[in-house]
């Protein structure tokens, strides 16, 4: 048995590989992003397994279904927004008889470190009725995934396994055991599990909640959910899920009277062991990072008279990430006071683009060139290109979710208000802008759409475009973008006055208009001329 140190990410990747994985597919988000950079470097220094990055979650979640239809241990991994893209194979795939193990690595972000929402994933897996395994430390997310891919094929769904920043993030020794093989090539003895036709799809839905009994036991007898603390009645009962556990016992020694701890990292909701537990106690308090799915099923499990505390009665706050005063509060105690360091001001820092980012040079384009409209309206999308909603530029003023800026300029459009613009990155109009963009060709929206082209990933940390930027013009003027009205520029600052012109002489076209903007990340570029500084020292 071999230790390592390895981020909560990485000990996700190295369990699958060790599991017998042989795919896995992602695209990038954080807290996630590092489970597929880590199983990158492993094939190309191994050979295997399979790692690739996608268009977009839909599509990673789709490539891993057909791994495991014929039979073999696939891996796909997300942000928890990246699960909402992916919802429509996900939900499906708990009804089709996983024939190879399928495990679904999710990675939510309380408190919205760098994200959108805070949207808790454990959601997904109880509305699909698989299970969920939820780690508290890097050991437990190596064990977990290894053991997830085992229940995926003892009840054939797709098991989750949900991480959550602090974790994915973190660093801690894990041990780890023999490598499984891979699964021989296999496909399923009963074909329509797979067709979900309507009368397929009814007989496989049957057979999903008919398996919810021993999944429901298996949660039950599992080691990840445990009860420690004195026999006996006590006052208060502790129910702590995923690294809520290591809050509560950092803390748990100052508490005056014993409490009886139950801990959840297995679902669905061990019942059984929950009413146990509050049987011994008067109050139960629920510390859980994310939503309050556990307190909420709580109340339809145990007896009206006996308090139920957490985030959604006040204890705990509702929004945020979880943290040891929190939860120090929430225990009744008084919280530590810091460290107090007189005469030392940290300077605030907030987010914003990297000097020399083309981006900014195409946002100055965008502002010279709106300046001549007595009123704009800009959507934007999910990348590097949002912190142009911040002050100097002050750009852009939507962010919904990714390739939601084409279909709310079109939406603006249509509802009469000129000019309407959409900002979108490379990658993200690959993700999901295209299906929008062939909504406004098939309308002729008078808009324009502006792709911000740096030829990689930058937020992620500078992944892979699927296709590169040469290939771009071909899909747009493929989708019937009119030639006319679609231009590729370069984004250097020795082109701002020229790119402005063109970019006016667009917004006052009354149709569709689309102007990619081009030039190499800068941080990405900067990687490169350091690897090639690398390779002429080897050589």
């Known amino acids: ?57 839909k599509t990673a979640y789709e490539e891993a279904l057909g791994v495991a239809f014929v039979g073999r241990r696939a891996l796909v991994s997300m942000k928890h927004v990246g699960l909402n893209v992916a919802a429509d194979p996900f939900m499906n795939s708990a009804l089709v008889s996983v024939h190879g193990g399928l495990v679904v690595a999710v990675a939510d972000d309380p408190g919205m470190h760098s994200s959108q929402n805070e949207q808790d994933s454990r959601f997904f897996a109880d509305f699909a009725r698989i299970p969920c395994l939820e780690p508290a430390t890097q050991q437990e997310a190596y064990d977990m995934t290894r053991e997830a891919f085992d229940l995926s094929e003892r009840f054939a769904v797709p098991v989750m396994l949900r991480l959550v920043t602090r974790l994915a993030h973190a660093r801690g020794v894990v041990r780890t055991g023999e490598t499984r093989p891979e699964n021989p090539l296999s496909k399923p003895a009963d074909r329509n599990a797979w067709v ?25 007898e599992s080691p990840w959910n445990r009860v420690d603390g004195p026999g006996g009645q006590v006052e208060l009962a502790v129910l702590t899920t995923g690294i809520a556990r290591n809050y509560f016992i950092e803390n748990a020694g100052d508490l005056a009277e014993p409490v009886v701890h139950l801990h959840v990292g297995a679902y669905p909701l061990p019942q059984g062991l ?42 705990v706050p ?43 040079d195409s ?11 007595e009123r704009t309206m800009v959507a934007s ?23 939601a800026s084409i279909g709310m300029a079109k939406g603006a459009a249509e509802a009469g208000f000129r000019p309407a613009i959409a900002v979108i990155g490379d990658s993200t109009f690959l993700h999901s802008g295209l299906t929008a963009l062939v909504d406004c060709v098939s309308a002729n929206t008078d808009m324009t759409l502006v792709i911000l082209d740096n030829e990689t990933v930058g937020m992620t ?44 002489r667009e917004l006052a076209h009354p149709g569709l208009s689309v102007v990619v903007l ?13 690897e090639q500084a690398a390779s002429r020292g080897r050589s």
């Open 274 to 315: 929950v009413r146990d537990v509050a049987a011994r106690a008067r109050r139960v308090l629920v510390l859980e990072d994310g939503y309050p799915l556990v307190e909420r099923q709580l109340r339809g499990v145990l007896p009206s008279a006996l308090v139920v505390e957490g985030r959604e009665s006040g204890e």
């Open 363 to 373: 946002y100055h384009a965008l502002q010279l060139a709106m300046a001549g409209f």
């Open 1 to 57: 048995m071999a230790e390592h140190v390895l981020l909560g990410d990485e000990a996700v990747a190295l369990g699958a590989i060790h599991a017998g994985l042989s795919a896995a597919y992602a695209y990038p988000g954080t807290p996630s992003t590092e489970i597929m950079e880590f199983l990158r470097v492993w094939q190309t220094r191994h050979g295997a397994p399979h790692a690739a990055w996608t268009a977009n979650e």
């Open 461 to 504: 940390g500078g992944q892979p475009t699927m296709v590169p930027s040469s290939r771009l013009q071909a899909i747009v003027l493929g989708l019937g973008v009119d030639p006319d009205h679609f231009h590729v520029l370069d984004a250097h600052p020795r082109q701002t006055e020229a790119n402005a012109e063109v970019l006016a």
């Open 196 to 220: 979900l036709l309507p009368s397929n799809a009814r007989r496989q839905w049957r057979r999903l909640l008919d398996r919810q009994g021993a999944i429901r036991s298996w949660a039950t």
């Open 381 to 403: 999308d999910i990348g590097c290109y949002t912190l142009g909603a911040l002050p100097p530029y002050s750009a852009i003023e939507s962010c919904v979710c990714m390739g």
């Open 318 to 360: 509702p929004d945020g990430e979880l943290t040891p005063d929190l939860v120090r509060r929430a225990l009744g105690l008084e919280v530590k006071a810091g460290m107090h360091l007189d005469g030392l001001t940290l300077p605030t820092r907030p987010p914003q683009l990297c000097q020399g980012c083309p981006h900014g």
């Open 518 to 530: 081009v030039r190499e990340c800068i941080e990405t570029a900067r990687a490169k001329k350091a």
